[in-house]
């Protein structure tokens, strides 16, 4: 009995040390991770002359608001981004959920007739494509989307890789409960929404960060199909717009030498930065618990 206890010490010990080390090194890794963001909210607030003589640091140099001014110079027009970027955001990752899920969930019946082949057509979509100039040529004359937020709206609403992720998931729910609700009356449309998406949180909160993340990133379609006769931009587009404004001003001959040194172009980057992805980022927290078995679960089942 004597020997189990001090053998039971030792093992708490051990363990304890372990834990000890482990908690230290993951310490110093989320320390690592924190760097990056500190030293670009830093940058922001640092003059572009002291940028450019010693280069980036953690502490800004010439404290100064410069590069936000410039950003907020036209507070309507980032207003009215912020404003198409959020309701982009919201509705098209509720409505991207709910028809990406009745795909998934379609897709996995076992008395769907058609869920191999259009399984196999989602997942060819991403080996080849039509190219940029067919693309185009859809949008803007076929379906008439050019200067439309639905031109930006609609491609990300569904994404094949998203689809195959939720399909995957919901392999792992078994199929008996679909069965049960058959037996009990009940049909499609209630047993997917009463039965199966309440089992679908951990897929839905990842899938849901994914599409969020699109729409909030996004700037290549407004690019493509939003001229300057739409007078509110989404937000990523229009940060764009103004550093290039910002590095072409630099750039040109005309511009004086003052003008030039007084642009505060790298600064810009990081205020740009930082103003894109403070708002987004608070998103996280609320889907951390179920994001990671969302994702786990959707890549190991085949």
Request: overall charge positive.
């Amino acid at each position: 009995m004597v020997g189990r206890v001090r053998n039971r010490i030792k093992l708490d010990k051990s363990d304890r040390l372990v834990r000890g080390f482990a908690y230290i090194f993951i310490s110093i890794f989320a320390l690592m991770c924190l760097v990056p963001f500190v030293l670009m909210i830093s940058t922001s607030f640092s003059t572009e002359s002291e940028i450019t003589k010693t280069g980036f640091a953690l502490i800004p140099k010439g404290f100064t608001f410069k590069a936000y001014e410039l950003l907020l110079k036209n507070s309507k027009q980032l207003l009215g981004a912020y404003v198409v970027t959020i309701a982009m955001t919201i509705s098209g990752t509720a409505i991207g959920l709910f028809i990406i899920s009745m795909t998934g969930y379609a897709l996995q019946r076992k008395d769907f007739p058609f869920r191999n082949g259009i399984s196999f057509y989602i997942y060819f979509t991403t080996l080849f494509q039509g190219g940029l100039v067919p693309y185009y040529i859809l949008v803007t004359k076929y379906m008439g989307l050019k200067d439309n937020y639905l031109a930006v709206f609609l491609p990300l609403l569904m994404t094949p890789w998203l689809i195959i992720l939720m399909k995957n998931f919901i392999k792992s729910i078994p199929y008996e409960i679909t069965e049960s609700g058959k037996i009990d009356g009940a049909g499609d449309i209630t047993i997917f929404i009463k039965l199966i998406m309440p089992m679908l949180k951990p897929a839905l909160a990842t899938i849901g960060l994914f599409l969020a993340l699109n729409y909030w990133n996004e700037w290549y379609q407004s690019m493509l199909f939003l001229s300057a006769k739409v007078e509110f931009r989404p937000l990523q587009y229009h940060l764009y717009k103004i550093i290039n404004e910002v590095a072409s001003l630099r750039n040109s001959v005309a511009a004086t030498v003052t003008q030039v040194t007084s642009l505060p172009l790298e600064t810009l980057k990081m205020a740009t930065a930082v103003v894109a992805t403070g708002p987004i980022i608070f998103l996280y927290p609320f889907v951390q618990k179920y994001f990671i078995s969302g994702i786990t679960v959707g890549a190991v089942k085949g």
